[in-house]
């Protein structure tokens, strides 16, 4: 039995991608919240005791140069916090992974990044296998670099194991297409907006992003069990991997989602005159206002 939930004064992120028209500030989902997924999250590590994580937190792998199963810098622990704590995220009942692939200054090695991916490879077909992540899985890189074919045939290879896989096209305020992983066509690049509806200056952009998402004040879980604010395309990614998450809980095949979240995002929602030639001006939505005024639901999940 499907519920839809009501999450009164959420973060405006949350409520944006909840409701087709902006200034919202109640966050609305289904009930089953991403439950059955599971979600790698390649970055600085997660601080997996937070208590807005509930237990659905574990550590799998560390590659940075550093060797310790923590998170340094808080950035991976806020990104985690957006796709699925209680309080800050998207589907707060799917499963978090950390692969840690970069140290506590944030920065890492691409042969340390490069078998962080491979990791997510290996470790899914494992838990498939045993039966875990029953919905699917799927997988964040709120990171990048230079552009890199090497990078972007690793990023390619986890899309075709089976897993979604979100990148964040990259704060330069230029083409996501100069960067790896966001250049590679197979992923789901994410760009950033801000709550006045436009594209973020900063935001990388044009025709290899794929879709767009609250990216500019975003409150989530920091280390040392606290919460910090802060903005970048990094933000915006776990919002659409979080989306995906919640979809793939309610049934749709992780194969392909990408395009589904395209085509069910809220279309000319962000200022034209913001997007660059190229942006396509759809944002991330999760489809719950219509189940809650309709009592059904709408736009097919497949």
Not at 24 to 40: F, P, R
Not at 61 to 76: K, L, N, V
Not at 162 to 180: H, K, M, P, Q, R
Request: aromatic share 6%; proline share 3%; hydrophobic share 35%.
């Amino acid at each position: 039995m499907f519920e839809t939930k009501t999450q009164v004064n959420a973060t405006w992120g949350l409520g944006r991608i909840s409701h087709i028209e902006p200034g919202q500030n109640n966050y609305l989902y289904d009930s089953t919240a991403g439950e059955g997924t599971c979600v790698y999250v390649v970055d600085t590590g997660i601080e997996t005791t937070h208590p807005e994580f509930e237990g659905r937190a574990y550590f799998l792998a560390d590659f940075s140069e550093e060797g310790d199963q923590i998170d340094g810098a808080g950035h991976g622990t806020h990104v985690a916090g957006t796709i699925g704590s209680l309080t800050w995220g998207v589907a707060n009942k799917t499963t978090l992974f950390a692969v840690r692939v970069l140290d506590s200054s944030g920065t890492g090695i691409n042969a340390g990044v490069l078998a962080g991916m491979q990791f997510v490879i290996t470790d899914t077909k494992e838990r498939m296998d045993a039966g875990d992540c029953p919905k699917g899985a799927l997988a964040n890189m709120s990171l990048g670099g230079r552009k890199s074919q090497v990078m972007n045939d690793a990023a390619a290879a986890i899309v075709a194991a089976g897993i979604f896989l979100s990148v964040a096209a990259g704060n330069e305020g230029t083409l996501a297409d100069y960067s790896s992983p966001s250049s590679e066509p197979t992923v789901c690049t994410v760009a950033a907006t801000a709550n006045n509806g436009t594209l973020i200056e900063w935001s990388n952009y044009c025709p290899r992003v794929d879709i767009l998402a609250p990216g500019v004040e975003i409150t989530s879980t920091w280390i040392g069990g606290g919460i910090n604010t802060i903005s970048g395309t990094s933000m915006a990614t776990p919002h659409v991997v979080g989306v995906a998450a919640y979809f793939a809980g309610l049934g749709a095949r992780v194969e392909g989602l990408c395009e589904h979240l395209a085509s069910t995002a809220t279309k000319g929602a962000i200022d034209d005159s913001t997007l660059h030639e190229g942006t396509p001006n759809a944002l991330i939505y999760n489809q719950a206002e219509g189940i809650k005024h309709y009592g059904r639901r709408t736009g097919q999940v497949v």
